[in-house]
């Protein structure tokens, strides 16, 4: 008997994963076939679902039809392309690091673009120099983490970081990327030169504020609503060689927060080129980030006084210095520095480390058995003191189940450019506080409960705080978070991802 020809596995595949994409809208079988390219890089398996359905939060899970794991730049123009092309197009979320904690990075129903195989097929970071600046070409799919090595190798930094390193680029630029150097610096987005972005047209297109500027305004802060970012053009700067890292506690709310906005209201670097502020409260032994810090005699006393106070405020800071310096006049520097400073005497500890090792200061840990119930919001400063009263001490201390670090400081408005996406308050300076809460499988909801108290709160008082990294779920919400931004917002998606195919896990167009 003869035997029948065999089908090519490659076309096999395909008809699959075609058939899979094409009907996930519940309709009939649909007419739009996906390029033969992709057939062995598009994965509909048990193992490759489940990466893609949940991420660092741990509580949000969603399941694509399929993850694509690109090799190359045009690998993802052409899964957009195919989308956008299609009768009913299928949403596509790109996944850096997977380490958002509301679902932000996913796609139900969709595909989830796993930039990790990118990071391990291209070499994506090369340091440029032109008339006017020293930048570095990066992939959008990079770490920063290995942008600090790699830029670190020729003595070069980006101006502007994370707390936390085990974060793409693409990430933090749809986002701002904010942390202790943005009071001085702005955000990360606010130190980009230029991007090449794959619009939800399947284009790729080279923007910056002199090229396609509407694009590029959008998508920075952009919550991947209008492109998917495949590289970064970022300022650099000569690196520091070593830090000095300062903190010193304080009992007093007031006090605090005037010291740290003497420093943020002068922007000066040669006072402080990183601000930040840890919030310690009165409920158990003390955290890791103390006792690796203070030297443990001292740890009595600090606990006693929380237990005095319910809350101590510590103000963290650093200063930059290069190996010309001499640490006896940092030492007189940092004396200066605090000698008008009301914090409480005696509890004020600094180290010399170097520039990486300040940098890296946040390990990366993976606990699968854990979530992240986080909040993150921007709090304008005329109501801090309120904010003060009304969260910190009348919701979080007096519930008792803070886990992880509380973040507390302030930012300069005029550090971050107006025309881009991301969303502040509408005041000069305005306040961060990041609540990261660590629980476990089964525990998340009091932590989120809290969340929510914290929200009502604000809202009853007439705080107007502003969610950062947000996980609202109704278009009502969003049109709120965004305010007079809302109506440019609106009409660059249409302009840039008509049908809504971009990043439906942030649920802003495409709903629940």
């Given at each position: 008997?003869?035997?029948?020809?065999?089908?090519?596995?490659?076309?096999?595949?395909v008809?699959?994963?075609?058939?899979?994409?094409?009907?996930?809208?519940?309709?009939n079988?649909?007419?739009?076939?996906?390029?033969?390219e992709l057939?062995?890089?598009?994965?509909?398996?048990?193992?490759?679902i489940?990466?893609?359905?949940?991420?660092?939060?741990?509580?949000?899970h969603?399941?694509?039809?399929?993850?694509?794991?690109?090799?190359?730049?045009?690998?993802?123009?052409?899964?957009?392309?195919?989308?956008?092309?299609?009768?009913?197009?299928?949403?596509?979320?790109?996944?850096g690091?997977?380490?958002?904690?509301?679902?932000?990075?996913?796609?139900?129903d969709g595909?989830?673009?796993?930039?990790?195989?990118?990071?391990?097929?291209?070499?994506?970071?090369k340091i440029?120099?032109?008339?006017?600046?020293?930048?570095?070409?990066?992939?959008?799919?990079?770490?920063?983490?290995?942008v600090?090595?790699?830029t670190?190798?020729?003595?070069?930094?980006?101006?502007?970081?994370?707390d936390?390193?085990?974060?793409?680029?693409?990430?933090?630029?749809?986002?701002?990327?904010?942390?202790?150097?943005?009071?001085?610096?702005?955000p990360?987005?606010?130190?980009?030169?230029?991007?090449?972005?794959i619009?939800?047209k399947?284009?790729?297109v080279?923007?910056?504020?002199?090229?396609?500027s509407?694009?590029?305004?959008?998508?920075?802060?952009?919550?991947g609503?209008?492109?998917?970012i495949?590289?970064?053009?970022?300022?650099?700067?000569?690196?520091?060689?070593?830090v000095?890292?300062?903190?010193?506690?304080?009992?007093?709310?007031?006090?605090?927060?005037?010291?740290?906005?003497?420093?943020?209201?002068?922007?000066?670097?040669?006072?402080?080129?990183?601000?930040?502020?840890?919030?310690?409260?009165?409920?158990?032994?003390?955290?890791?980030?103390?006792?690796?810090?203070?030297?443990?005699?001292?740890?009595?006393?600090?606990?006693?006084?929380?237990?005095?106070?319910?809350?101590?405020?510590c103000?963290?800071?650093?200063?930059?210095?290069?190996?010309?310096?001499?640490?006896?006049?940092?030492?007189?520097?940092?004396?200066?520095?605090?000698?008008?400073?009301?914090?409480?005497?005696?509890?004020?500890?600094?180290?010399?480390?170097?520039?990486?090792e300040?940098?890296?200061?946040?390990?990366?840990?993976?606990?699968?058995?854990?979530?992240?119930?986080?909040?993150?919001?921007?709090?304008?400063?005329?109501?801090?003191?309120?904010?003060?009263?009304?969260?910190?001490?009348?919701?979080?201390?007096k519930r008792?189940?803070?886990?992880?670090?509380v973040?507390?400081?302030?930012l300069?408005?005029?550090?971050?450019?107006?025309e881009?996406?991301?969303?502040?308050?509408?005041?000069?300076?305005?306040?961060?506080?990041?609540?990261l809460?660590?629980?476990?499988?089964d525990?998340?909801?009091?932590?989120?409960?809290?969340?929510?108290?914290?929200?009502k709160?604000?809202?009853?008082?007439?705080?107007?705080?502003?969610?950062?990294?947000?996980?609202?779920?109704?278009?009502?919400?969003?049109?709120?978070h965004f305010?007079?931004?809302?109506?440019?917002?609106?009409?660059?998606?249409?302009?840039?991802?008509?049908?809504?195919?971009?990043?439906?896990?942030?649920?802003?167009?495409?709903?629940?």
């Amino acid at each position: 008997m003869a035997k029948s020809p065999s089908t090519p596995i490659h076309l096999i595949v395909v008809l699959l994963v075609t058939y899979f994409v094409c009907t996930m809208g519940k309709s009939n079988a649909l007419t739009c076939p996906l390029p033969p390219e992709l057939a062995a890089k598009l994965h509909v398996d048990p193992a490759a679902i489940d990466s893609a359905s949940t991420d660092y939060g741990n509580i949000v899970h969603s399941k694509p039809a399929a993850v694509l794991y690109p090799s190359s730049i045009e690998d993802i123009q052409r899964l957009v392309k195919s989308s956008y092309n299609c009768p009913i197009p299928f949403g596509i979320s790109v996944r850096g690091n997977g380490h958002s904690v509301d679902g932000q990075d996913m796609a139900r129903d969709g595909v989830v673009v796993d930039m990790k195989s990118l990071r391990e097929n291209k070499t994506g970071i090369k340091i440029r120099v032109s008339k006017n600046h020293l930048f570095a070409d990066v992939g959008g799919e990079q770490l920063w983490i290995d942008v600090l090595h790699t830029t670190a190798a020729q003595g070069l930094s980006p101006v502007s970081w994370t707390d936390f390193l085990y974060l793409s680029v693409g990430g933090t630029l749809s986002n701002a990327g904010i942390s202790g150097q943005t009071f001085l610096h702005g955000p990360q987005i606010s130190n980009v030169y230029e991007l090449d972005v794959i619009t939800g047209k399947g284009e790729l297109v080279t923007c910056s504020k002199r090229n396609n500027s509407d694009l590029f305004d959008s998508v920075l802060g952009g919550l991947g609503q209008f492109g998917i970012i495949t590289r970064a053009r970022i300022a650099l700067r000569p690196a520091p060689t070593k830090v000095r890292w300062s903190r010193a506690f304080y009992s007093n709310f007031s006090d605090f927060i005037r010291d740290q906005e003497r420093i943020v209201r002068g922007g000066q670097r040669d006072v402080a080129n990183y601000l930040e502020g840890l919030l310690m409260f009165d409920n158990g032994t003390p955290t890791e980030w103390i006792t690796s810090f203070f030297h443990p005699t001292q740890l009595p006393q600090i606990m006693s006084l929380v237990k005095t106070y319910g809350i101590l405020y510590c103000l963290e800071l650093t200063k930059y210095h290069f190996i010309e310096d001499i640490e006896s006049e940092i030492d007189q520097d940092l004396q200066q520095v605090f000698k008008d400073f009301a914090h409480v005497p005696g509890f004020i500890d600094a180290k010399f480390v170097s520039y990486q090792e300040f940098l890296t200061r946040v390990p990366n840990v993976e606990n699968e058995s854990q979530t992240h119930p986080w909040q993150n919001l921007f709090i304008p400063q005329s109501r801090i003191s309120d904010f003060n009263v009304g969260v910190l001490r009348d919701i979080v201390l007096k519930r008792n189940i803070t886990t992880g670090p509380v973040l507390f400081y302030p930012l300069n408005r005029h550090k971050w450019d107006a025309e881009l996406s991301a969303v502040i308050p509408d005041e000069d300076i305005f306040y961060t506080a990041s609540f990261l809460h660590t629980s476990g499988i089964d525990n998340w909801q009091v932590y989120d409960d809290q969340n929510k108290a914290v929200i009502k709160f604000c809202e009853e008082a007439g705080i107007k705080i502003v969610k950062y990294l947000a996980d609202y779920t109704t278009i009502e919400e969003w049109i709120k978070h965004f305010g007079s931004k809302w109506t440019t917002f609106r009409e660059r998606k249409a302009q840039y991802d008509p049908k809504n195919i971009l990043s439906p896990g942030q649920k802003i167009f495409n709903g629940v």
